[in-house]
């Protein structure tokens, strides 16, 4: 059974930083594109950042210089590393991957097959 993990998620102040991991296990990612998607309160689900199966990265225009995606194909592990955040990054942040080998990065949530179950991120004024 295939599984998506994230952590790192919490509370902190603006203008702060979180790191979230995302821990896949089930089967190997390493051809995979993974991404990063959040939701707030009321609103629908956001693309973030993704990052294709060669490591190329992607990012919401609104997230760029600010957040980084990568990942360790050792660990079948992607991160995020989020600086400088803001309100209105406050969120419910999903990891989520793609079942295609040597699949490219996607804006789309409906072309990922994988989603974990969310790690929550609160950014305090």
């Known amino acids: 059974q295939v599984q998506l993990v994230e952590s790192g998620g919490g509370l902190v102040q603006a203008g702060g930083s979180l790191r979230l991991s995302c821990v896949a296990s089930?089967?190997?990612?390493?051809?995979?594109?993974m991404g990063w998607f959040r939701q707030a309160p009321e609103k629908e689900r956001e693309f973030v950042a993704t990052?294709?199966?060669?490591?190329?990265?992607v990012y919401a225009d609104s997230m760029k210089g600010r957040f980084t995606i990568s990942r360790d194909t050792t660990k079948n592990t992607v991160y995020l590393q989020m600086n400088s955040l803001k309100p209105e990054d406050t969120a419910v942040y999903y990891c989520?991957?793609?079942?295609?080998?040597?699949?490219?990065?996607?804006?789309?949530?409906?072309?990922?097959?994988?989603w974990g179950q969310g790690t929550r991120v609160t950014v305090s004024s």
């Open positions: 989520a991957a793609r079942s295609a080998q040597y699949s490219t990065a996607s804006y789309y949530p409906w072309e990922y097959d994988y």
């Open positions: 089930g089967r190997t990612f390493l051809r995979n594109a």
């Open positions: 990052i294709s199966w060669s490591g190329s990265p």
